[in-house]
């Protein structure tokens, strides 16, 4: 599946209450009868505090035509829809976001470990959005991404799913990818993550180190942004896909 993830941050004068007050009960009803969505899931952080962003929205599609229909290409930072109930979305994020300082990606999702049956509502999940390291290509990040890091980011101890977003368009994306990893506690994730007001890993078991030591091999530690939140699925119609 393809797949829209939008990094949020409330407009001036808003709380952060007050944000996903309107968040969950305003937008959340639009944006999940958006035209294509089959799935549609919100993330709030865990510590408001220190987070770097507001909160997460991820809309999931069939296809990527049917995803530029509703949302725009990656060449825009903004949904771009003609009508309904993609406008009607666009035309509210005003209302609670910074436009200006929400980035977002679209990739396609790729499943590299599953153990929830699909219902993520309540699992934590700690959001890496990746860029590369300087002087290795976008293709040589994704082969060492997918052929050496995720075979140890998988046997993180108390990971119950990861999954990886690749971006369709990497010459327009504004990261080379996201790695999201879930938990079923708050404890759990701390354990084999470290704590949410860390930008890094800070693990002790020997499962945790070695993932951790082997970003350096293709990450540009210092521009990746991560969110450690706790996920509700708001819609799903894809029979657990």
Known sequence: MYKHVALLV???????????????????????????????????????????????????????????????????????????TAKAARDDVDNFLDVERRPRIIGEEVVEKDETGGDTTGLYKHSAFLVRKDGMSHDEFLDHWANTHVLLAREIPGVVRYARVVPTDPERAEFDGVAELYFESLDALRAGLGHESSRDYDPDHPKAKAPREDVDNFLSIGDRPRFVGRETVQKDVTGGR
């Not at 549609?40 to 035509?65: H, I, K, M, N, R």
């Open 10 to 84: 409330r407009k001036a004068g808003m709380s952060h209450d007050e944000f996903v007050t309107y968040w969950q009960d305003n937008h959340t009803p639009i944006a999940r009868d958006i035209e294509g969505v089959v799935r549609y899931q919100t993330v709030v952080p865990v510590d408001p505090e220190v987070s770097e962003f507001d909160g997460l929205a991820e809309l999931y599609f069939d296809d990527l035509g049917a995803l530029h229909d509703a949302l725009g290409s990656e060449g825009s930072r903004d949904y771009d829809p003609a009508k309904g």
